[in-house]
């Protein structure tokens, strides 16, 4: 078991190197030379010397890759061009709050997506499966942005319920626990948690009706099981996978809430990711994606070490 | 493919009742899936719409007018409204399916022969060439797709052509994925080894043999992928980073609406019931594919 650990974590050492290999790149792939995008357009001779060195870019990209991950460790991800505040700073002060937001829209998600799933595989064949399966689909197959925008049309510009944008009261950063900050929380969250709820909702519909099919479900019912004690069988054998799905599907949310963000103007990363595109901030850009993905890769290890934890008979390779 | 079920065929021509064959078998299945044949109906309508758009829109999908902006639904003349500029929705929305279509399905075709040709490589060869092509496919598994799209567009800068770059990036290794591991459990089945044991050289098991084997699966799965795909690419161009104005696409239709949900609210959201519709009819079809073919993924 600690052998597998520690093969698994050692195995995630290439992928972080090949993930941060990808980021740095992609200021490399930009159209133009990588400094003049790195530097803001009226940057003096004498600055860009200064950066030249500063950042390596007269060395080989092997070298130039190396010091750059090195800086990355260190905590110095580069400035922003627009704002010229070091990126790390930028990238951890909103990353809190994409991390709330994905929390509350995942919990929502994985709860009724999970309920969905279970009496749909429960009910086989039934149209409660075929109603909840319905639902599951239009899930998975809406451009959520969208639904934001249908939400933000019913209740904030008809019903006037629930503000439209924002993450408090006249567009304040700082986060309280208070009904003021709450609501602004809603439509957000619950736009978000439409993606896992689809994706939750089928995943454990087929795995509860693949449990229902196990012959020792009728040697339970055979032997005079009440259906709660069933229940809890199924749960038993579906919770590994299950959570894995939901541990990927969590990962997705922080990773892919840029539109949601957009939509709602919500402070968090993917808004500042945003506002990096429209602004081609590219140092901005790369270190907000390397953040975001490298947090992708440790939750993929830590769903992997949970799910082996939970069932030692999965040692994937 | 072609090869494998005549080869299927060719065998069942012994038993005295010639058998069907497999891939009749499988639009006898789907044409008896009411919701599959349902959905392939919406999207022959709407793919027939955007081919002959010229043809049946009602006006000039780039014309606007100043004093015609943001019109109601059941305008006299523009049934579906008008736009922020002016311009008739109803034609908007028809021509805008031509691009939308369009990014949703090329770069799905264009990651499944990549990933396909990657996958099947990588299986068949098997050892160090696997192991080089699979741990870099991991490495671009490890982002979450919407952020590698963002990424790679965010970098190459806004454009239809970098959009579909983009997006095959993003889907080239699920795909390549899939192939990969049919293509490793048919290498191991005893029907291969009695081809080699015969004489069959690498192409001609790799034509015959494996192909046959994998497409089927990967291309029902890569039907599954082209929803995202509208949704991805509707989703770039709603960024600012897809098809740039005066285009018509439905997610920057969707993205230039956006400023008027306070006055037109039901104009503003009919670009993405398009998407909406489009995405859940693909994925639906793609079901009724699957269980059509019996794949299981």
Same mark, same amino acid.
């Given at each position: 078991?600690?052998?597998?650990?520690?093969?698994?974590?050692?195995?995630?050492?290439?992928?972080?190197?090949?993930?941060?290999?990808v980021?740095?790149?992609l200021?490399?792939?930009?159209?133009?030379?990588?400094?003049?995008?790195?530097l803001?357009?009226?940057?003096?001779?004498?600055?860009?010397?200064?950066?030249?060195?500063?950042?390596?870019?007269?060395?080989?990209?092997?070298?130039?890759?190396g010091?750059? !991950?090195?800086?990355?460790?260190?905590?110095?991800?580069?400035?922003?061009?627009?704002?010229?505040?070091?990126?790390?700073?930028?990238?951890?002060?909103?990353?809190?709050?994409?991390?709330?937001?994905?929390? +509350?829209?995942?919990?929502?998600?994985?709860?009724?997506?999970? +309920?969905?799933?279970?009496?749909a595989?429960?009910?086989?064949?039934?149209?409660?499966?075929?109603?909840?399966?319905?639902?599951?689909?239009?899930?998975?197959?809406?451009?959520?942005?969208?639904?934001?925008?249908?939400?933000?049309?019913i209740?904030?510009?008809?019903?006037?319920?629930?503000?439209?944008?924002?993450?408090?009261?006249?567009?304040?950063?700082?986060?309280?626990?208070?009904?003021?900050?709450?609501?602004?929380?809603?439509?957000?969250?619950?736009?978000?948690?439409?993606?896992?709820?689809?994706?939750?909702?089928?995943?454990?519909r087929?795995?509860?009706?693949?449990?229902?099919?196990?012959?020792?479900?009728?040697?339970?019912?055979?032997?005079?099981?009440?259906?709660?004690?069933?229940?809890l069988?199924?749960?038993k054998?579906?919770?590994?996978?299950?959570?894995?799905?939901?541990?990927?599907?969590?990962?997705?949310?922080?990773?892919?809430?840029?539109?949601?963000?957009?939509?709602?103007?919500?402070?968090?990363?993917?808004?500042?990711?945003?506002?990096?595109?429209?602004?081609?901030?590219?140092?901005?850009?790369?270190?907000?994606?390397?953040?975001?993905?490298?947090?992708?890769?440790?939750?993929?290890?830590?769903?992997?070490?949970?799910?082996?934890?939970?069932?030692?008979? !999965?040692?994937?390779? | 493919?072609?090869?494998a079920?005549?080869?299927?065929?060719?065998?069942?021509?012994?038993?005295?009742?010639?058998?069907?064959?497999?891939?009749?078998?499988?639009?006898?299945?789907?044409? @008896?899936?009411?919701?599959?044949?349902?959905?392939?109906?919406?999207?022959?309508?709407?793919?027939?719409?955007?081919?002959?758009?010229?043809?049946?829109?009602p006006?000039?999908?780039?014309?606007?007018?100043?004093? @015609?902006?943001?019109?109601?639904?059941?305008?006299?003349?523009?049934?579906?409204?008008?736009?922020?500029?002016?311009?008739?929705?109803?034609?908007?929305?028809?021509?805008?399916?031509?691009?939308?279509?369009?990014?949703?399905?090329?770069?799905?075709?264009?990651?499944?022969?990549?990933?396909t040709?990657?996958?099947?490589?990588?299986?068949?060869?098997?050892?160090?060439?696997?192991?080089?092509?699979?741990?870099?496919?991991?490495?671009?598994?490890?982002?979450?797709?919407?952020?590698l799209?963002?990424?790679?567009?965010?970098?190459?800068?806004?454009?239809?052509?970098?959009?579909?770059?983009?997006?095959?990036?993003?889907?080239?290794?699920?795909?390549?994925?899939?192939?990969?591991?049919?293509?490793?459990?048919?290498?191991?089945?005893?029907?291969?080894?009695?081809?080699?044991?015969?004489?069959?050289?690498?192409?001609?098991?790799? @034509?015959?043999?494996?192909?046959?084997?994998?497409?089927?699966?990967?291309?029902?799965?890569?039907?599954?992928?082209?929803?995202?795909?509208?949704?991805?690419?509707?989703?770039?161009?709603?960024?600012?980073?897809?098809?740039?104005?005066?285009?018509?696409?439905?997610?920057?239709?969707?993205?230039?609406?956006?400023?008027?949900?306070?006055?037109?609210?039901?104009?503003?959201?009919?670009?993405?019931?398009?998407?909406?519709?489009?995405?859940?009819?693909?994925?639906?079809?793609?079901?009724?594919?699957?269980?059509?073919m019996?794949?299981k993924?």
């Amino acid at each position: 078991m600690l052998e597998y650990l520690l093969k698994r974590i050692l195995y995630a050492v290439p992928i972080a190197l090949g993930v941060s290999l990808v980021c740095f790149l992609l200021v490399h792939i930009a159209p133009g030379d990588p400094l003049v995008s790195v530097l803001p357009a009226d940057a003096s001779q004498e600055m860009q010397e200064q950066l030249r060195a500063a950042y390596g870019f007269d060395k080989p990209l092997p070298v130039q890759f190396g010091l750059w !991950i090195w800086r990355a460790l260190g905590g110095d991800l580069g400035f922003s061009i627009a704002t010229g505040r070091p990126v790390a700073a930028e990238v951890w002060r909103a990353i809190g709050n994409t991390f709330m937001l994905a929390v +509350f829209a995942a919990a929502f998600g994985f709860l009724v997506g999970a +309920f969905l799933g279970f009496v749909a595989g429960y009910y086989r064949g039934t149209w409660v499966d075929r109603a909840s399966s319905a639902l599951a689909v239009a899930g998975i197959s809406l451009p959520h942005y969208w639904l934001g925008m249908v939400l933000v049309i019913i209740f904030s510009v008809q019903l006037n319920w629930l503000p439209a944008t924002g993450a408090g009261p006249g567009g304040s950063a700082d986060w309280e626990w208070d009904w003021q900050h709450m609501r602004h929380l809603i439509l957000p969250a619950l736009t978000m948690s439409v993606i896992p709820l689809g994706i939750v909702a089928r995943s454990v519909r087929a795995l509860v009706s693949d449990i229902l099919s196990q012959e020792f479900v009728d040697a339970l019912r055979a032997k005079g099981l009440s259906e709660r004690g069933i229940f809890l069988h199924i749960l038993k054998n579906a919770a590994p996978t299950g959570l894995a799905v939901m541990g990927l599907q969590l990962g997705y949310l922080l990773g892919g809430s840029i539109l949601i963000e957009t939509v709602f103007a919500w402070p968090g990363s993917g808004f500042l990711l945003g506002n990096a595109i429209l602004q081609r901030d590219l140092p901005l850009l790369q270190g907000n994606i390397l953040v975001l993905a490298m947090f992708f890769v440790t939750l993929n290890l830590l769903v992997d070490l949970v799910q082996t934890w939970l069932d030692p008979r !999965i040692k994937r390779g | 493919m072609s090869a494998a079920s005549a080869a299927v065929s060719s065998e069942a021509g012994q038993v005295p009742v010639a058998s069907r064959g497999y891939w009749s078998n499988v639009l006898r299945r789907l044409a @008896r899936d009411k919701v599959a044949m349902a959905c392939l109906a919406v999207l022959v309508l709407i793919l027939l719409a955007a081919i002959f758009a010229p043809l049946i829109a009602p006006g000039d999908p780039y014309r606007g007018s100043i004093i @015609r902006r943001l019109r109601p639904i059941g305008t006299e003349g523009y049934p579906l409204g008008t736009d922020e500029l002016g311009r008739d929705m109803l034609t908007r929305l028809i021509y805008g399916g031509r691009l939308s279509l369009f990014m949703g399905i090329v770069p799905v075709l264009n990651a499944f022969l990549i990933g396909t040709f990657l996958g099947v490589v990588a299986g068949y060869v098997g050892g160090k060439t696997n192991m080089a092509i699979m741990r870099t496919i991991d490495v671009f598994y490890a982002f979450p797709s919407v952020l590698l799209a963002i990424a790679i567009s965010g970098a190459l800068g806004a454009g239809i052509f970098n959009s579909i770059v983009s997006l095959t990036v993003v889907f080239i290794p699920p795909i390549a994925r899939v192939a990969e591991s049919v293509t490793t459990q048919v290498r191991n089945l005893d029907f291969v080894d009695a081809a080699r044991a015969s004489g069959a050289g690498a192409l001609t098991i790799i @034509r015959v043999h494996i192909l046959g084997n994998v497409l089927g699966p990967v291309f029902v799965y890569a039907t599954g992928l082209v929803s995202v795909s509208m949704i991805l690419a509707s989703g770039l161009s709603f960024l600012g980073l897809g098809t740039k104005p005066p285009e018509a696409e439905w997610g920057l239709m969707l993205n230039t609406l956006r400023t008027a949900i306070y006055v037109q609210p039901a104009v503003a959201a009919l670009p993405g019931a398009m998407i909406f519709v489009t995405s859940i009819c693909f994925n639906l079809f793609s079901d009724g594919l699957r269980s059509a073919m019996d794949v299981k993924l």
